[in-house]
């Protein structure tokens, strides 16, 4: 629930703002009662302000009668400028990867207990992923998403080892091996996957450091299999990612 919105005392803004609230990864798509229910409104109420949003191109109405966030806040969002800055520096970065690769290519940062994913590039290889722009997924099941786990705050650390869930059955959901698996990270400078957040997709990444070595994002390419080809593939990140990070300082 978003809160006590039903209040009569509540502004319009809180009111709209609890309705866009109510989308998430899990449901990017809803119906009109869900949500009024998930934004506790009364229905009439929500109908009224979804229209108003549907207007200014904050959600769209799809054949089905269920809504989706709409372009114009994607393009809001795009506008955050530590994020399109990033974005912005990393982009030859990715393309490089992907022309020495040709496989599905991430730039991601922490968001709290997700990884975001900030610009991705399809690769040729047909590998089923979850992940695309704008997407949350766990720190834990994905390559980009350890390395921010490796290097995330204490309470951060602590708090997504309680919290393991099975997504597939290679999914590490051990605390032990896990923190085994991170400090590796900061041993030997990248993480890697093994079908742990998608059946047929495995994955590997590296940090990207900022100002004071502190890690602002991850860089990950998403394959097949790794097999005999992982050290060409964390050789090409980490001369991405030390261009971006040569962009970001300079």
Not at 136 to 152: C, E, I, M, S
Not at 157 to 173: E, S
Not at 205 to 218: L, Q
Request: with cysteine; hydrophobic share 45%.
């Amino acid at each position: 629930m978003a809160g006590n919105v039903r209040n009569p005392g509540a502004s319009v803004a809180s009111r709209l703002l609890a309705l866009l609230a109510v989308f998430d990864e899990k449901t990017p798509a809803l119906t009109l009662t869900e949500l009024a229910e998930g934004a506790d409104l009364p229905v009439a109420t929500a109908h009224r302000l979804v229209r108003e949003l549907v207007d200014w191109g904050a959600l769209v109405r799809g054949d089905d009668g269920r809504y989706v966030v709409g372009r114009r806040l994607w393009t809001l969002g795009l506008l955050a400028r530590d994020q399109a800055d990033l974005r912005e520096i990393a982009s030859p970065f990715l393309h490089d990867i992907y022309g020495a690769t040709l496989a599905t290519v991430h730039l991601a940062i922490r968001d709290g207990d997700e990884v975001l994913y900030l610009d991705r590039l399809a690769g040729h290889a047909s590998v089923p992923a979850v992940s695309r722009v704008g997407a949350r997924l766990p720190l834990y099941a994905t390559g980009v998403g350890k390395v921010l786990l490796a290097y995330a705050p204490r309470e951060v650390h602590d708090r997504v080892l309680r919290n393991l869930a099975r997504i597939t059955p290679y999914t590490v959901t051990h605390p032990g091996k896990l923190d085994v698996e991170l400090r590796r990270v900061h041993r030997e400078g990248y993480a890697q996957t093994v079908e742990e957040m998608t059946l047929g997709a495995c994955s590997v990444a590296v940090p990207v450091r900022g100002e004071g070595e502190s890690v602002v994002a991850a860089l990950g390419i998403v394959v097949p299999s790794i097999g005999r080809d992982r050290a060409r593939m964390v050789a090409a990140l980490q001369v991405a990612a030390r261009g971006i990070e040569r962009s970001l300082r300079g």
